[in-house]
């Protein structure tokens, strides 16, 4: 089965400060990757996916992420933050059962983003 | 569009009481989730069904759960009887298809439940 390993549980940043939040996986022939972000008191929303192609992936908000296979990496980036992405951030993986994906995702801990004024 | 419904929002009921929380997928979504969230265990993925059908019900903590998708608009998640340790917020999500975990997973507001 696959897994997912949030590396920060919390990431305090500066407003208008780069960011990065450090996800890996589980190694396997081949993964659909997510972030994901909760803002306080509500559901989860999707940020960018990886499923194939260019391993640069752009998402909402300014965000994006890098998929590197040889480190099983899924790093989720943003050049400049504002006090609005204060939030849980989730990495997931697509999981994996034999030769197929199951169809459900495999979320990590969640990494909380400070930004601060 | 509605977006992923959940009801009720909050929930606040006393140890050994039935608890049903409900929710609505997007239409035309075909594939539901059922998630706890805890500080201590973070996000579980409880059950999930496709096409109405439960495929897989592993992360179902005990036989006191159960979950029903009687339509395609559907889905309850019961709790009975319920334990102080079931507090947690429960989100429901809904996805177009199951497509190997390719697609996005929509989520509802969430129910937060407390067991006294």
């Known amino acids: 089965a696959q897994s997912v390993t949030q590396l920060d549980s ?22 659909y990757l997510f972030w994901y972000v909760q ?9 960018l996916k990886y499923l194939s192609g260019s391993t640069l992936v752009k998402g909402i908000n300014g965000f994006e ?13 943003k050049p400049s933050v504002h006090i609005s992405d204060t939030a849980e ?20 801990q969640g990494t909380t983003l400070q930004v601060k004024p | 569009d509605a977006g992923v419904i959940q009801s009720p929002r909050h929930e606040v ?23 706890r969230q805890t500080m201590m265990r ?33 889905s309850t998640l019961k709790i009975q009887p319920s334990e102080p340790r079931d507090s947690a917020v429960y989100f429901c999500a809904s996805s177009p298809r199951l497509a190997g975990g390719r697609e996005t997973q929509y989520f509802g507001p969430g129910t937060r439940l407390l067991v006294l």
Not at chain 1, 65 to 77: D, G, I, M, V, W
Request: net charge negative.
């Open chain 2, 13 to 35: 009921t006393e140890m050994g009481q039935e608890v049903t929380l409900r929710c609505k997928p997007i239409s035309g979504h075909n594939s539901l989730f059922w998630y």
């Open chain 1, 10 to 31: 919390q990431v305090p940043v500066f407003e208008e400060a780069p960011v990065e939040l450090r996800c890996n996986y589980s190694s396997s022939v081949s993964v």
């Open chain 2, 42 to 74: 973070g996000l579980e993925l409880l059950i999930y069904f496709n096409n109405n059908v439960p495929i897989d019900d592993s992360g179902m903590p005990e036989d006191r759960f159960s979950a029903k998708m009687p339509n395609a608009s559907f």
């Open chain 1, 89 to 108: 951030y989730f990495c997931a993986v697509s999981d994996q059962r034999g030769s197929g994906n199951t169809g459900k995702l495999i979320f990590g």
């Open chain 1, 65 to 77: 992420a890098e998929f590197n296979k040889s480190q099983t990496s899924f790093h989720l980036r």
């Open chain 1, 39 to 47: 803002y306080p008191n509500q559901g989860l929303q999707l940020l």
